[in-house]
T-cell receptor, first 112, second 115 residues
């Protein structure tokens, strides 16, 4: 039962261009979404979040968009930098116990 | 400098052996979590604890055990009953008893392998 899906295992983007990472979900009761970034052999670090009452949240180069009707969210990184190369996870709290359900991750590679 | 410390970074287990992974936090967080990550998969919750002396099973608790005797510490034991223990184990914590909109802070993980 994969309620949070990241269908692209990897994405390659030229440095300076926009990176768009996608996440789909199946449970319309999710009311909060989080994005985490993970480097190899390290734990994930929190990046940005969005509440379901909003459709956009911006923090510097990072913007998350939420389309509730499509049950889809996306993370935009602009401009992309070499240090952005990492695996990006989206996650949502389960309504029953608030524990996070995680997508499988998308590996972002920024090419020089 | 607050954070979460996991040890060891690499651990090897023989068949039939129990091993314990350490997780310590000095963030004064109430909630702590253990996750397992396998290649190509998201993080899966093993156990979580919202307060000292209390913990709940996550989605894949079979073959694992935990304790929460102190706020700062949440050790995970991988028992011999866990038939496929090779994975990357991540410990996390969050304030306010694990409310969903509180970002979790992670340690750097322990990679467990079977000899």
């Amino acid at each position: 039962d994969q309620q949070v899906k990241q269908n692209s295992p990897s994405l390659s983007v030229q440095e300076g261009r926009i990176s768009i990472l996608n996440c789909d979900y199946t449970n319309s009761m999710f009311d909060y979404f989080l994005w985490y970034k993970k480097y190899p052999a390290e734990g994930p670090t929190f990046l940005i979040s969005i509440s379901s009452i909003k459709d956009k949240n911006e923090d510097g180069r990072f913007t998350v968009f939420l389309n509730k009707s499509a049950k889809h969210l996306s993370l935009h990184i602009v401009p992309s930098q070499p240090g952005d190369s990492a695996v990006y996870f989206c996650a949502a709290p389960r309504e029953s116990n608030y524990q996070l359900i995680w997508g499988a991750g998308t590996k972002l590679i920024i090419k020089p | 400098d607050g954070g979460i410390t996991q040890s060891p970074k690499y651990l090897f287990r023989k068949e039939g052996q129990n091993v314990t992974l350490s997780c310590e936090q000095n963030l004064n967080h109430d909630a702590m979590y253990w996750y397992r990550q396998d290649p190509g998969q998201g993080l899966r919750l093993i156990y979580y604890s919202q307060i000292v002396n209390d913990f709940q099973k996550g989605d894949i608790a079979e073959g694992y055990s935990v304790s929460r005797e102190k706020k700062e510490s949440f050790p995970l034991t991988v028992t011999s009953a866990q038939k496929n223990p090779t994975a990357f184990y991540l410990c996390a914590s969050s304030p306010n008893r694990g409310q969903g909109n509180q970002p979790q802070h992670f340690g750097d993980g322990t990679r467990l392998s079977i000899l």
